[in-house]
């Protein structure tokens, strides 16, 4: 069973986003092509592909794929782009143990819209780029797991991490105990077989991209999604030219992004990134820590060292690998490696590719068309039987606390004394308007202080039958457990499902036909956020 709620009904999205998918046109002159089936046939004529570089990326693939032992079917799409097949791409922070559910919806996502787009004329492979230049640890270092218990945390903290890009954090010993804590917690037909790939991918070894890059092969196994983990010291060389004509036209990618972002603030909507003058796309690593490379003068500043233009330029040449994109260079960076005809992305990235729309025209002269990704909450049988029980839908969950709990009360009640409400409510209804005509023939302005007594009174009695609801309620204790259940279920933390819980434990219960349902479920058009009672 399905139901679909609009963008617009879900939470902390932006205008931007919500027209984005509603209304395009609106916004067309911040994007290129459309989100839609026509819109990357569109941007797969004008994809960008340099044979000598593809030839370079696509062995570089082929090392990393096997490292992280993907199957046969991603080597086919090797092939495949090795061939001229234009890549269907998407990306995400490598957190523990695949993170949030979108991970997981992205890159069902990127592998649908990749069939669709084949099936329609050119070949198309799906790629996810690992997030591992990203410094910010305390993001990606844990994970929600639903289970019996409810909600829990899972985390590792590795020692002397901070500041450096966790693509070159080891795990450690901590790692084992995280392990061994998520497959206690596993239940379900398939808890046995996601622990195992769990334990084979998370070990003290590993990174926490190339554990994050050894489940998803798993997971996605048969697929042929390809993983690319950015660190690798071959890419950034093949990404060099793009660091080196971003610094050399800084002033000017600047100003402009200034100019777009005051052009989107104009037109009613928000600069995802914040840019100042001072501002640069560049990050360099230095004695492990990752720093924002910054404007001082003429001079280019990251922590306490300086660079002239000439020798941030030759730095650039003689160690590519030490620098890496911010979040407006780093889709140029992608798509200056690889064909990509689309991009799937989260509503946050959607708005910031606004801006980022600038330094493509700058420094690529093409950009892809840009797809939002397939949103879902999922809602398991013990949690459906209660939203029965409440006559509670999603769209009461994400009205808030206050609103979900007062449903909740006015329906929890003995039978006996529900339906004495019930009847109660039926006949004040009755009554009143049987009033209505003599009312109306004796004086019709009496007709207003009729309506305004029938809302006085059914507002006292409703708030009564919410009273004895919860009176019930403190003689039980029973509201407070369902009331948790539900929203830890499906609004944790205040926010979408998809967000928060890590999808694991759901594929443990549900086992792979899960995925398979999914996967048919992630096409381009759907925009709309997918209720699925499983």
């Not at 809602?379 to 459906?384: F, G, K, S, T």
């Not at 009143?432 to 007594?453: H, Q």
């Not at 919860?470 to 259940?485: C, S």
Request: glycine share 8%; hydrophobic share 40%; charged share 25%.
């Amino acid at each position: 069973e399905c139901h679909c709620l609009r963008p617009g009904e879900l939470p902390r999205l932006t205008r931007l986003y919500t027209t984005y998918v509603d209304e395009f046109d609106r916004l067309a002159e911040f994007y290129v092509h459309p989100p839609t089936l026509n819109g990357i046939l569109r941007a797969a004529t004008g994809v960008h592909r340099d044979p000598r570089i593809l030839g370079q990326v696509v062995e570089v693939l082929r090392e990393q794929n096997e490292r992280l032992g993907s199957d046969g079917a991603t080597s086919a799409s090797l092939d495949r782009l090795a061939a001229g097949a234009v890549a269907i791409v998407t990306g995400q922070q490598v957190g523990l143990f695949s993170g949030p559910s979108y991970s997981i919806y992205k890159a069902l996502s990127a592998i649908h819209i990749a069939q669709e787009l084949s099936k329609a004329g050119p070949d198309a492979v799906p790629v996810f780029w690992l997030a591992t230049e990203d410094h910010d640890l305390a993001e990606i270092n844990h994970c929600y797991w639903m289970g019996r218990r409810g909600l829990e945390r899972l985390e590792v903290e590795p020692p002397d991490a901070a500041g450096r890009r966790v693509g070159e954090v080891r795990l450690g010993e901590p790692v084992r105990a995280a392990v061994a804590g998520a497959r206690e917690l596993l239940e379900g037909q398939w808890a046995e077989e996601v622990g195992n790939h769990l334990a084979e991918s998370y070990s003290p070894k590993e990174t926490f991209g190339s554990a994050f890059g050894r489940l998803m092969g798993r997971l996605f196994a048969r697929q042929g999604i390809i993983l690319l983990d950015p660190l690798d010291p071959r890419l950034h060389r093949l990404m060099a030219p793009v660091y080196q004509r971003a610094v050399e036209q800084n002033r000017v990618l600047i100003g402009e992004l200034l100019a777009r972002s005051k052009k989107l603030e104009k037109a009613g909507y928000h600069a995802q990134v914040r840019v100042t003058e001072r501002s640069t796309l560049l990050f360099l690593s230095l004695d492990g820590q990752r720093l924002p490379i910054r404007l001082r003068g003429e001079k280019f500043v990251a922590g306490g060292t300086s660079f002239s233009l000439n020798e941030l330029r030759d730095t650039i040449e003689r160690a590519p690998e030490a620098f890496s994109a911010n979040v407006l260079l780093r889709p140029v960076v992608q798509d200056a490696l690889l064909p990509t005809a689309a991009y799937v992305g989260g509503p946050a990235e959607i708005a910031y590719y606004a801006q980022a729309e600038v330094a493509y025209r700058r420094l690529l002269g093409t950009m892809p068309a840009i797809v939002p990704r397939t949103s879902f909450t999922l809602v398991e049988p013990h949690v459906a039987r209660l939203l029965k029980k409440y006559d509670l839908g999603l769209r009461d969950v994400l009205r808030g606390r206050q609103h979900l709990r007062g449903k909740m009360e006015r329906q929890f009640l003995a039978k006996g004394l529900a339906k004495g409400f019930e009847t109660g409510e039926k006949t004040i209804r009755k009554l009143l308007a049987g009033m209505r005509r003599p009312l109306g023939k004796l004086d019709p302005t009496l007709l207003g202080a009729l309506e305004t007594a029938e809302r006085k009174m059914l507002y006292q009695f409703l708030r009564l039958r919410r009273k004895a609801g919860r009176a019930q309620n403190l003689r039980t204790g029973v509201l407070d457990a369902h009331e948790r259940q539900v929203l830890e279920a499906l609004y944790p933390h205040h926010d979408l499902q998809e967000r928060t819980h890590c999808f694991l434990p759901l594929l443990a219960r549900h086992g792979p036909e899960l995925l398979a349902g999914l996967l048919e479920r992630a096409g381009i058009g759907a925009v709309q956020h997918q209720v699925l009672f499983l």
